[in-house]
């Protein structure tokens, strides 16, 4: 008649964990890409050029080490 409702309730609280963990990655790559931006941004207000290359640059220069920062703390995590 007493049925228990989580066999294991660790377990749950590890992926709520895990969840957390994940989520702050995101923001922390949403900070990366928005600091290079900025610094991009303000080169180009710096020293003008007909395509405002310093913010095309560091802006993909931030994506992709917002992804390769990522990637790394997944698989630190998953270890």
Do not use: C, H
């Not at 749950?12 to 610094?39: E, H, W």
């Not at 003008?48 to 220069?61: A, D, K, Q």
């Amino acid at each position: 008649m007493n049925q228990p409702k989580d066999k294991n309730p660790l377990k749950k609280k590890d992926q709520l964990n895990s969840y957390a963990r994940l989520s702050g990655l995101g923001l922390q790559m949403l900070g990366i890409i928005a600091v290079g931006t900025f610094v991009g941004v303000k080169l180009d207000e710096r020293y003008p050029n007909e395509s405002n290359w310093f913010t095309l640059g560091l802006t993909l220069f931030s994506v992709i080490g917002a992804i390769v920062y990522v990637i790394r703390r997944i698989i630190a995590a998953s270890n």
